[in-house]
Antibody
Framework: QVQMKETGPGLVQTTQTLSVTCTVS????????VHWVRQAPGKGLEWMGI???????NYNSALKSRLSISRDTSKSQVFLTMNSLQTDDTAVYYC?????????WGQGVMVTVSS | DVVMTQTPPSLSVAIGQSVSISCKSS???????????LHWLLQSPGQSPKLLIY???NLGSGVPDRFSGTGSQKDFTLKISRVEAEDLGVYYC?????????FGSGTKLEIK
């Protein structure tokens, strides 16, 4: 079955760079896309971007200048990198597999940005 | 960006009742391939979101048929028949027709 698991640093300083990894199983990254979605504490969901099965990407224009999504298909991992962090980037970061529509989600990783 | 307006913001219902949640988009969600990429998610307390309905009316894997979705163009509805205790949480609609994907603000379902 499909499984997604996010891992990340937990705490990052302002102006620094965030790196979060999504490790997947049960499907091939060359066949299906993986989204990144985040949720600030007590808030709704914000779509960040997607890496498709062919390796192409789409980003939320609000984050595009700071955001990069990449992958290592041999390790079944997808990477989110975001620079110039601010306190309002504090959120739970989720990866989600795209078959029909954000079908499977990881448990998320909480990232706190502190000055 | 497409704005998704979801109502009501909260609901309180008794077990066994039926409820409906509305989601309206600021643009048509019909894609050039003729499909409509409007999905519904449920985020149970302390959990990550789960796909309930994809492309307006298709049940996600393992989702009971008490859940149903209808709608077209810019106006969509999620209906839950015979609400059960496990249905509590926050329901989100999300459009995936236009980039960036955008979510409704959520509807919190509470059990009386």
């Amino acid at each position: 079955q499909v499984q997604m698991k996010e891992t990340g640093p937990g705490l990052v300083q302002t102006t620094q760079t965030l790196s979060v990894t999504c490790t997947v199983s049960g499907f091939s990254l060359t066949s299906y896309g993986v989204h990144w979605v985040r949720q600030a504490p007590g808030k709704g969901l914000e779509w960040m971007g997607i890496i498709w099965g062919d390796g192409s990407t789409n980003y939320n224009s609000a984050l595009k200048s700071r955001l990069s999504i990449s992958r290592d298909t041999s390790k079944s991992q997808v990477f989110l990198t975001m620079n110039s962090l601010q306190t309002d980037d504090t959120a739970v970061y989720y990866c989600a597999e795209e078959t029909e529509g954000l079908d499977y989600w990881g448990q998320g990783v909480m990232v706190t940005v502190s000055s | 960006d497409v704005v998704m307006t979801q109502t009501p913001p909260s609901l309180s219902v008794a077990i066994g009742q039926s409820v409906s949640i509305s989601c309206k988009s600021s643009q048509s969600l019909v894609y050039s391939d003729g499909k409509t990429y409007l999905h519904w998610l449920l985020q149970s307390p302390g959990q990550s979101p789960k796909l309930l309905i994809y492309q307006v009316s298709n049940l996600g894997s393992g989702v009971p048929d008490r859940f149903s979705g209808t709608g077209s163009q810019k106006d969509f509805t999620l209906k839950i028949s015979r609400v059960e205790a496990e249905d509590l949480g926050v329901y989100y609609c999300v459009q995936a027709t236009h980039f960036p994907l955008t979510f409704g603000s959520g509807t919190k379902l509470e059990i009386k």
